[in-house]
């Protein structure tokens, strides 16, 4: 793929690379952004440009100076050899896997998946002849002894996104390289920002962009990098699915590439505050945050991620749904609702037990999940602890 027209890539730090790539002012009469670029026709102006496949735009579904801005900047982050945007971050994880895998391959998932992705495995995987199997994803190196002949691809999502099981990503992509089977990473949790999984082994990363690459809970958005082996597929896939981005969610990838940086930052700090405060409050049983001590698998977090997300776990005392209920039915500043990533603060009751199939999940208690934004972190805290009050008269 050809970078982004005009631009020189030079290594840039990642602050300033998300502030300057992609775009190209002076080209679009000074205004700092690229436009949304709408269209469907390119034409051309000569039968020889017609027929110049260099061009870097020759039809609309093939992206845009908008989409492709952001490609070319993730594609940095990651380390990729090329990055494609797709409607959504499920419509990357199945493109992703539609690259890679054919009729009679198996591929092994783990079994903290976000459940979406399970539900494409064994639905349309299955459809089309392809049998996925699920392991533990505390299994590291262990994971050979479930590779067969058939196995072209492992499934890594790091942490889980409700369970923050970490995995010994290392570990497993040396078993995988050495049996020729895909990696691919959902990487949504901690973005290139925190996390490189292509320098750790993987070989394909995606990333839900509706999450923290648009930031602003107003887009839906996914990305799928690779590496060079990967990517001549990926790309192949990519054309042959159709899949084409509007440019309006493009543009707001966009803008919420530009301050990914400070709103991780900030993320980060103000998750990990709430999380130690959580974890001294009496009805908090466990707080489930991989860049605590106290997480099972933190060792790993501190060798191969740089920093952590927004969303992380707790686990209240067993309570019945009226205490649920009256926990976060009073719940003044977060709000309860799918997706996460926002500049506003979530909270979701977990129900993630029922979707295992390899192992048991058992959180000891009640569990919820928080994405904190960026609210005075004091009303953060008041508002949940007057929230745990209301759970505790009910138990
Ligand atoms: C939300 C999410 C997805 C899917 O992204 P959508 O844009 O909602 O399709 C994939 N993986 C993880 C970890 C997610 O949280």
């Not at 090329?82 to 079994?111: E, K, N």
């Not at 979530?346 to 048991?360: D, G, W, Y």
């Amino acid at each position: 793929m050809t970078d982004f027209p005009g631009e020189k890539p030079v290594k840039q730090a990642t602050e300033t690379l998300l502030t300057h790539r992609g775009r190209r002012p002076e080209q679009q009469f000074g205004f700092v952004n690229t436009p949304v670029y709408r269209g469907s026709t390119i034409v051309f102006p000569t039968l020889d440009a017609l027929e110049d496949y260099s061009i870097s735009f020759r039809y609309g579904r093939q992206g845009s100076p908008t989409t492709r801005g952001i490609e070319d900047m993730i594609s940095e982050l990651e380390g990729a050899a090329g990055t494609l945007l797709a409607p959504s971050g499920l419509a990357a994880i199945t493109l992703a896997l539609l690259s890679v895998l054919s009729a009679g391959d198996d591929i092994l998932v783990t079994d903290s998946v976000y459940e979406p992705t399970r539900a494409f495995c064994d639905g349309m995987l299955a459809r089309l002849g392809i049998t996925a199997r699920y392991y533990d994803p505390r299994i590291g190196a262990g994971i050979e002894s479930l590779f067969t002949d058939r196995t072209r691809a492992v499934f890594v999502e790091s942490p889980g996104s409700h369970t923050f099981e970490m995995q010994d990503l290392p570990a497993i992509a040396t078993v995988a390289k050495a049996r020729s089977a895909a990696v691919i990473v959902d990487n949504s949790w901690a973005t290139p920002l925190f996390h490189r999984p292509l320098e750790l082994g993987a070989d394909l990363v995606v990333h839900a962009g509706t999450k923290m690459f648009v930031g602003h809970s107003d887009a839906m958005s996914g990305t799928v990098s690779a590496n060079a082996q990967f990517w001549p597929a990926l790309a192949k896939a990519h054309r042959q699915l159709g899949i084409a981005v509007g440019p309006d969610d493009a543009f707001l990838v966009a803008r919420g590439m530009r301050t990914l940086a400070i709103r991780m930052k900030e993320h980060e700090q103000r998750a990990l505050g709430l999380a130690d405060w959580l974890a001294d409050q009496p009805d908090v049983i466990r707080v489930l945050h991989p860049a605590r001590p106290d997480h099972p698998d933190h060792a790993i977090y501190r060798r191969d991620f740089s920093g952590s997300g927004s969303l992380f776990g707790i686990v209240l005392h067993h309570g019945p749904r009226e205490a649920v209920a009256a926990f976060v039915d009073g719940l003044q500043l977060f709000s309860m609702g799918y997706s996460w990533g926002g500049y506003e603060s979530l909270i979701l009751p977990s129900k993630v037990a029922h979707a295992r199939t390899a192992t048991q999940f058992d959180p000891g208690g009640t569990l919820f999940r928080l994405h904190v934004g960026f609210e005075a972190i004091d009303d953060l805290k008041a508002d949940l602890a007057s929230g745990l009050a209301r759970y505790r008269e009910r138990l």
